[in-house]
């Protein structure tokens, strides 16, 4: 019976103790009984019972003063309310105090059965919930964010200073430098960590659904509206909202954006009602927003609102004493989700991980391990797994990365040449897109779409 679920049953009844602690036991819960509240109180320091059947008028204690009791000594404890003197202030007591249910006598047994079974269902998705968050919080400690370079040192020693904080932080870094890691850090090592992460990818929605998929809507608010719906800044209520790609917001949106943030309430399309709200405002972005503000592409007063706290990743070209830690991790991580035995990547191969530039950071990185790792079974990756692009194109950014032959050069079409190698990097390490491939390259995105038609590189 060790692992049997244990129940208390406490009630001065004689026969109704007795009758619904038989029941429960058929039913196949071990059960044990008591009949006052000094014999229960007992039992409760010495075992704790999942759930506690409890009568509110003993002899000798109040069965509020046992309910209060149960509460602090054990929590993850369930109490079900009995009494056979039912009043609707004594319900609502009961409920306020922390019981799962109230029901009268006479007990209705099938009733009963159905009462504990919910109470076990809520303590098991309680416990469950508890677990998962333990292992996100472990998962997002600082210390597991790579990183021994001075660059990224001086970004944990601002995480540390910011993590206790409810202040907006504003992060800005290249595509692939783990902004929403950070972002995640910061959650589940704060004050917040028991309260929702809500992730929102700005540019990933339509704009005509981004308004409602932020704030929320009401029945009949637009076609196909059939119900009310709450927006990701009511799911993040008391806990953090991160909204990822903040730039490529509208600015109608911009607008409404800043209006929750100053008066800490939301409006749902369709309604005038207002919800009031309590979160923390995580926000990051690859854009330049200072010259998005100049540009009247982003709103000032909105900008000051987001970069309360401002916290730049550096990318992965920037932080070159990383690249082993994070080949190390990678190889790792991947032969563990493969099932494989853990394999090693020789000094050659490495080398020429460490000087390439990695356009597209950290992920690049990883999407690069995980294609090593699946298309060799050998014990060492060498450089013959490594792609050519990689051992061809070390990157030196203090001199030309081309050397001028004894004969001459054609100069036009060594640039070709190295603009075409460049450009299709650029894409292929942002899946093609070519607003990411022109901020990585420096360029506007009508540039690059000009020079993708005038070098004929194909998607």
């Known amino acids: 019976m060790d692992d049997a679920i244990k129940i208390l049953v406490i009630d ?7 009758a619904l602690s038989m029941l429960l036991r058929l039913t196949g819960y071990d059960v044990t009984s008591a009949a006052t509240g000094e014999s229960a109180l007992e039992l409760i320091d010495c075992q704790q019972y999942q759930v506690v059947v409890l009568d509110l008028f003993l002899p000798d204690k109040s069965g509020f003063d046992i309910l209060q009791n149960i509460r602090n000594v054990s929590p993850v404890s369930e109490v079900i309310v009995v009494t056979g003197h039912a009043s609707a202030q004594s319900a609502v007591r009961a409920m306020k105090e922390g ?12 009733e009963m059965k159905i009462v504990v079974l919910k109470a076990l269902e809520k303590q098991k998705l309680l416990s469950e919930n508890k677990y998962l968050r333990s292992q996100l919080q472990g998962r997002f400690e600082f210390n597991n964010i790579i ?4 660059a990224m040192n001086l970004v944990f020693e601002r995480m540390s200073r910011i993590v206790k904080s409810d202040s907006a932080v504003l992060i800005s870094g290249e595509s692939g430098t783990g902004k929403e890691l950070v ?15 809500v ?42 909202i991160f909204l990822d790609e903040i730039g490529t917001l509208p600015l109608h949106l911009q607008a409404k954006l800043l209006r929750v943030l100053q008066e800490h309430e939301v409006e749902k399309v369709g309604s005038n009602k207002t919800v009031k709200l ?9 854009a330049d927003l200072e010259n998005m ?27 070159q004493q990383d690249i082993m830690h994070l080949t190390a991790f990678f190889i790792d991580k991947q032969c563990r989700l493969m099932g494989r035995v853990p394999c090693t990547i020789s000094k050659q191969a490495l080398e020429a991980l460490e ?7 950290v992920r690049e990185l990883e999407n690069l391990i995980e294609r090593m790792i699946v298309l060799t079974d050998a014990p060492v990756i060498t450089l013959e797994d490594v792609p050519a692009k990689i051992v061809g194109n070390k990157f030196d950014g203090d001199r030309c990365c081309v050397i001028m032959p004894s004969g001459g050069i054609d100069l036009a079409a060594t640039i070709f040449k190295l603009e075409h190698s460049l450009i299709s990097q650029a894409l292929e390490s942002t899946g093609g897109v070519k607003a990411q491939a022109a901020a990585l390259l420096g360029l506007n995105r009508t540039t690059l779409v000009e020079k993708i038609k005038r070098l004929k590189i194909e998607k």
């Open 147 to 150: 990183g021994h370079s001075p």
């Open 12 to 18: 001065d009844d004689d026969s109704g103790r007795e």
């Open 278 to 286: 309590h979160v923390r405002v995580i926000s990051a972005t690859n």
């Open 99 to 110: 019981a799962f249910d109230y029901i009268t006598k006479p007990i209705d047994f099938d």
């Open 355 to 361: 000087q390439y530039s990695w356009p597209g950071n």
């Open 199 to 240: 992730a929102v990818n700005c540019s990933a929605i339509p704009e005509t659904l981004l308004e409602s998929e932020l704030f929320g809507h009401v029945r009949g608010a637009f076609t196909g509206a059939i119900k009310d719906k709450p927006g990701k800044f009511e799911a993040a209520n008391h806990g953090t």
């Open 293 to 319: 503000v100049k540009r009247g592409e982003f709103r000032e007063d909105l900008y000051y609102r987001l970069n309360v706290i401002p916290l730049h990743l550096p990318p992965l070209r920037e932080r």
């Open 183 to 197: 972002a995640k850090a910061l959650h589940f090592n704060g004050t917040r960590r028991e309260r929702p992460f």
